[in-house]
């Protein structure tokens, strides 16, 4: 762009009336204070264009009406010629609404001709040139901020890479440190170095996150999701944290939202894991409650609101408008003794922001506060939402002592045409149970909670049994922290079942028995069939957890609390599949798996999948677990869409059926036991690259596969023997492993 703020402006003046030029000439020529401008002056539009092509220019002053153009086409065509060039348009006395408009199209500004004259004409055009310069000079300031955060955010990206990989070592070494036999003291200090390094990795995301978006590079993904799924597997990990505290953790959904949607699921879990880890974070006790409802019209229906309400230590109002800035934390002692970054809330407001919404806050101290945010969403047409049923005329009791607890489970309760009675306390629920029954109309469910004031849900039942066997399925409300062998107490006691708080809409609809378990709801497809499925872990909640992940789905679950109950499980029952925790007592789970696989090997029975449950995504142990035999890892804290997931991809992609033609039958185990011989000695072959022998056993393997029926075997000798000629070693490494792996998973259909 020239630099005129000096030097004279170059205009160009197009106009084909000789006494309009004259005026404008003179006008402009006129003003005392700036230099006068150095003026062009045409008078049709060719010749206009003509110069605009051959000289620079920094501005036009163009008439409308010329012989050979008149109007909007008149500014078009110079417009086009130089598009960033700045324009006023001269239009007659009862043309002013077409100079608005061009201004609108691109124009500078207009002048009604006899209007302006003299030095304000003057005035006029300059003004306008400034205007187009600070517009010019904003969009490259604009741009070139944006670029300073990209640089920024690369910068911090590559940065916290750099953090994250050690930090990762530390944090997993603190934690195997905290495996072998510490002092109490020493255990204390290893705890605080793990708990500095949990901080800093999630100071580190954080920054990241949030230069990422202010950068404008957050791209936000729009694929399908279930809402009710969602909240569900986000809240089931902060449920175990807010019943360590005693609090109360629920949610509903409004009936009438869409629950089948489309966005970015993995920001709106971060946003939700956010205000909710907070409430339980600030809430000492009382409960949390997270409500959904519609925030738009009828015919915005993706537009939703979520409020987070808690009965914590509240803000003060001096403080409410400070609590979305960075690093704002508003008692810091609170905050040191409940932890946390300053940056959560600044991550959520840019990210609602980014899906259409806005964040607020109302608080009281010492009351509680409410975190609202709304963000709009797409709508999956292809979802189906299963309709409320229309009473049956069945009822059903609940017994639990916070009052929104039971308003939330009769709603769900009643969606599915039961008709339900709340009350507070055990004993009443004995009383009004034992009054149903005799009076010939017992209730078809009991709700009890396991912990309820004076008497729990438990006790409740034995009285209840006392009285004799009732007609009425009972069901036990555990909190995720629940007493270990409460499960086995349920079966023992012949209950219906349990349901781990926050209650769900899918875990309730399978006890209340109605529909079958929706594929889509659980990611269960049809077409798995029931599977025995070891579970391995030493805690007891973790187990309760995977348990209720998987109640109502075909499978059994068999448990083991370490390693070595594990493999005297395992080689009794034979199970599909195992889900083995690495890190336990007595025997851990790299040496009970390496066992199995022993086992295994030494029986020729084919391989069974297992799943590893670790604390800690680090590639390290990943590592670990695949070099003991696992096939593929979840990470804790588990949800329970992964693992139905995990458990899907494990035994669907474990396994590669081969038909073999009847005739050569018993040939085949003999031919893929030679070809596992033919790995160990590709093996010894790469150590010494031995061209040779990959060559040869390539060559055979070409020639030899697809007779038996193994293609792949035939695919994978000819990359062999290919590589082989051409001294590729890593070609060779990658073909053997993959030839390791197929051997290992393939089986010959019955
Ligand atoms: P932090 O990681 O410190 O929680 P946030 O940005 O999420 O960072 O929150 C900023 C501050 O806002 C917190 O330190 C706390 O002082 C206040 N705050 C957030 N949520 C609540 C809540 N539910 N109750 C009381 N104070 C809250």
């Given at each position: 762009m020239p630099d005129t703020s000096d030097g004279p402006l170059r205009i160009l003046l197009v106009e084909d009336s000789p006494e309009d030029a004259e005026i404008v000439q003179r006008g402009l020529r006129r003003s005392r204070r700036v230099p006068p401008p150095d003026l062009a002056h045409v008078s049709c539009l060719e010749e206009a264009l003509d110069r605009l092509g051959a000289d620079a220019f920094d501005f036009v002053l163009l008439d409308l009406s010329l012989p050979d153009s008149s109007g909007t086409e008149t500014f078009a065509a110079v417009h086009e010629q130089v598009p960033g060039i700045p324009i006023v348009v001269m239009t007659g006395l009862d043309d002013e609404e077409l100079g608005a408009q061009l201004v609108r199209e691109g124009a500078q500004d207009y002048i009604v001709k006899g209007e302006v004259r003299g030095a304000s004409l003057h005035r006029v055009v300059r003004h306008a040139f400034e205007r187009h310069r600070n517009r010019i000079a904003l969009e490259q300031a604009r741009e070139d901020a944006l670029e300073a955060a990209r640089a920024k955010s690369d910068f911090l990206s590559a940065m916290s890479h750099e953090i994250r990989t050690p930090l990762n070592s530390v944090l997993g070494m603190a934690d195997l440190l905290l495996e072998t036999g510490l002092t109490a003291e020493q255990g204390r200090y290893v705890g605080a170095l793990s708990n500095a390094g949990e901080t800093l990795l999630e100071l580190i995301n954080g920054i990241l996150d949030l230069s990422k978006a202010q950068a404008g590079m957050l791209k936000l993904d729009a694929s399908p999701f279930e809402l009710e799924t969602l909240l569900e597997s986000t809240l089931e990990v902060l449920a175990y944290t807010a019943h360590k505290k005693d609090l109360t953790l629920a949610y509903e959904i409004h009936p009438d939202v869409t629950r089948g949607l489309v966005g970015d699921r993995a920001r709106l879990r971060q946003i939700v894991i956010n205000l909710v880890g907070n409430a339980i974070k600030f809430t000492d006790q009382g409960e949390i409650v997270l409500s959904v409802t519609p925030a738009g019209d009828s015919d915005d229906e993706g537009r939703l609101r979520f409020s987070v309400r808690d009965t914590g230590i509240g803000i003060p109002p001096d403080k409410l408008s400070d609590v979305f800035e960075r690093f704002c934390q508003v008692d810091s002692q609170a905050t040191r003794t409940r932890g946390g970054t300053g940056l959560g809330l600044a991550i959520s407001k840019e990210l609602v922001e980014r899906m259409d919404g806005q964040m607020s806050v109302e608080s009281e101290p010492g009351v509680g506060s409410t975190f609202s945010f709304t963000a709009r969403f797409g709508i999956d047409q292809t979802a189906t939402s299963s309709p409320a049923t229309s009473p049956d005329g069945r009822r059903a009791l609940v017994a639990d002592d916070s009052p929104t607890e039971r308003r939330i489970l009769r709603a769900l309760i009643e969606r599915h045409g039961l008709q339900v009675h709340e009350v507070e306390r055990s004993s009443e629920a004995v009383a009004e149970l034992l009054r149903a029954r005799k009076s010939g109309q017992p209730y078809a469910y009991a709700f009890l909670d396991c912990r309820m004031p004076e008497v729990g849900g438990f006790r409740a039942v034995r009285e209840l049994h006392d009285d004799g066997f009732g007609p009425e399925r009972?069901?036990?409300?555990?909190?995720?922290?629940?007493?270990?062998?409460?499960?086995?107490?349920?079966?023992?006691?012949?209950?219906?079942?349990?349901?781990?708080?926050?209650?769900?809409?899918?875990?309730?609809?399978?006890?209340?028995?109605?529909?079958?378990?929706?594929?889509?709801?659980?990611?269960?497809?049809?077409?798995?069939?029931?599977?025995?499925?070891?579970?391995?872990?030493?805690?007891?909640?973790?187990?309760?957890?995977?348990?209720?992940?998987?109640?109502?789905?075909?499978?059994?679950?068999?448990?083991?609390?370490?390693?070595?109950?594990?493999?005297?499980?395992?080689?009794?029952?034979?199970?599909?599949?195992?889900?083995?925790?690495?890190?336990?007592?007595?025997?851990?789970?790299?040496?009970?798996?390496?066992?199995?696989?022993?086992?295994?090997?030494?029986?020729?029975?084919?391989?069974?999948?297992?799943?590893?449950?670790?604390?800690?995504?680090?590639?390290?142990?990943?590592?670990?677990?695949?070099?003991?035999?696992?096939?593929?890892?979840?990470?804790?804290?588990?949800?329970?869409?992964?693992?139905?997931?995990?458990?899907?991809?494990?035994?669907?992609?474990?396994?590669?059926?081969?038909?073999?033609?009847?005739?050569?039958?018993?040939?085949?185990?003999?031919?893929?036991?030679?070809?596992?011989?033919?790995?160990?000695?590709?093996?010894?072959?790469?150590?010494?690259?031995?061209?040779?022998?990959?060559?040869?056993?390539?060559?055979?393997?070409?020639?030899?596969?697809?007779?038996?029926?193994?293609?792949?075997?035939?695919?994978?000798?000819?990359?062999?023997?290919?590589?082989?000629?051409?001294?590729?070693?890593?070609?060779?490494?990658?073909?053997?492993?993959?030839?390791?792996?197929?051997?290992?998973?393939?089986?010959?259909?019955?």
């Open positions: 009972v069901v036990i409300l555990l909190n995720t922290n629940h007493r270990p062998g409460d499960v086995s107490e349920c079966e023992r006691l012949g209950l219906h079942g349990w349901l781990l708080k926050p209650t769900t809409e899918s875990h309730l609809s399978v006890l209340l028995d109605e529909r079958t378990i929706d594929t889509a709801h659980t990611g269960q497809p049809d077409e798995l069939p029931p599977l025995r499925i070891l579970l391995v872990d030493d805690s007891p909640d973790n187990r309760a957890l995977v348990c209720a992940y998987l109640e109502g789905t075909p499978h059994q679950v068999e448990t083991a609390a370490d390693g070595a109950e594990a493999v005297a499980r395992f080689k009794e029952n034979l199970h599909d599949l195992v889900l083995m925790d690495m890190q336990m007592p007595v025997m851990d789970g790299c040496a009970a798996t390496r066992t199995i696989r022993a086992w295994e090997a030494q029986e020729g029975r084919e391989r069974t999948p297992i799943l590893a449950l670790t604390a800690y995504a680090f590639a390290e142990e990943r590592a670990k677990s695949a070099d003991a035999g696992c096939d593929a890892h979840l990470t804790k804290p588990i949800r329970k869409a992964e693992l139905l997931e995990a458990i899907v991809s494990a035994v669907g992609s474990s396994r590669v059926i081969v038909e073999v033609d009847e005739e050569i039958r018993d040939l085949v185990p003999g031919y893929l036991e030679n070809r596992r011989t033919d790995v160990e000695k590709l093996r010894q072959a790469v150590e010494t690259e031995d061209h040779g022998t990959v060559r040869t056993l390539g060559h055979n393997m070409k020639g030899t596969g697809g007779g038996y029926g193994f293609d792949p075997i035939s695919q994978i000798g000819a990359v062999l023997e290919q590589a082989a000629k051409q001294g590729e070693w890593d070609g060779i490494r990658m073909a053997l492993d993959e030839l390791s792996e197929y051997l290992e998973r393939v089986q010959v259909a019955e």
